[in-house]
Structures are given as C-alpha cells and as structure tokens.
C-alpha cells in the first residue's frame, strides 16, 4: 500500500505486517495481558484520508450526492483518500474539494480527526471551508458520479438520521447531540460558522 503513511499509536512498531493491500495492511503482533499471558493481536491500518465540509458564501453547506462502483448511492462530504503520502491531510483536503465541487477556499480551519476503532487504525482528518466559491466544474475520478447540492445547518444535522450518509462513525454523534442538546447546537453551529 505505501510506508510513508503517518505512524499510529495503535500498532506497535515491532507489529509484523502479514497483508499489503491496496487500502489496508494488516498487521499482528503478540501482547502481554495483565495475567502474564500473551495473546496474538491484529489491526487493519487503512489509507488516510481528508474531508471538507464547504461552507458557500450564501452560507449553505455545499454537500455531494455520489455512486460509486459496488457501493450504494450515498451522501458525502467532499473528500476521500489520501492517495499521494507527500501531500498534507490540508493540501488533500484542498484537491478534492476542488475536484469533487469545482469550489475553492481562501478560509480554511482544521476541525477534528478521526483515528479509527478497536481494531482499525487511520487518520481521517476534517476541514472547514468558508466562503468557498465555485470556480470551475467537477472533475470526479473514474469511478465517481458526483452531484452536487446546498442545505442549511439544520438539514446538515438531520443527516444523523439519514442512513445514506457516510460518515456515520465520524459525524453521527456530534450531529445528533447538536439536535438534542441546544447548548451543542449553539457550539457546533459557532465552530462551523466561525461564529
């Protein structure tokens, strides 16, 4: 898959790579467990990726609507894959905002990052993307129908319900909490908005 991923605190160093996918390794390594035994562990460690959530100058959430090959049609931040290891999550973040929208962004901040579960390691890493304006039009890889579509911050935070939605592990929680506790409303709307 590629070594020059960023190394995750989940996998040892001394893990031994037993799988070298095209989006994954597998790695396993033996852990002492508190009795004194040891167990043979495993983790997936996936590609990277970065997501953008594109805030239009008219102050909707610029959204995509997408199929991909062997997948359901699902809605999705722009974003994807790190596929080049020299880039930054933020210069990822960039290209594909800019392929998947045609949008660009002169006000960028970070958000939060995504690093996996019990037996998946990765970094996802999320941007915001203020007063984006289109520039030019999608270009989505070969593998990718793209459709593009705006709502507004209580629509965004009705896609916690929406099983077409596809950063349920990610994004889920936070945009459910926000609809049911009006504090949180109130702070994810100002970290979104900027203010």
């Not at 605190?9 to 037993?18: G, L, T």
């Not at 991909?68 to 974003?79: A, D, N, T, V």
């Amino acid at each position: 898959m590629g070594n020059n991923m960023r190394p995750h605190p989940s996998i040892p160093a001394h893990a031994e790579k037993v799988f070298d996918g095209v989006r994954c390794e597998i790695f396993q390594w033996n852990q002492s467990m508190y009795d004194g035994t040891t167990a043979r562990f495993e983790r997936a460690r996936f590609m990277d990726g970065a997501f953008v959530l594109p805030i239009l100058k008219n102050g909707k959430i610029l959204l995509t609507r997408q199929e991909q090959p062997m997948r359901k049609s699902f809605i999705s931040l722009p974003g994807g894959a790190i596929d080049d290891s020299d880039i930054s999550p933020l210069e990822a973040a960039k290209r594909e905002l800019l392929e998947e929208t045609g949008a660009v962004s002169q006000n960028w901040s970070e958000w939060f990052t995504f690093s996996g579960t019990a037996h998946t390691a990765t970094y996802v890493d999320y941007f915001i993307a203020r007063d984006c304006e289109i520039v030019g039009a999608i270009n989505p890889d070969g593998g990718e129908k793209i459709e593009l579509f705006e709502v507004d911050f209580d629509e965004f935070l009705a896609l916690s319900s929406n099983e077409k939605f596809h950063h349920h592990w990610n994004l889920l929680p936070m945009l459910y909490e926000a609809r049911l506790d009006k504090a949180k409303y109130d702070e994810l709307q100002k970290i979104i908005f900027g203010k």
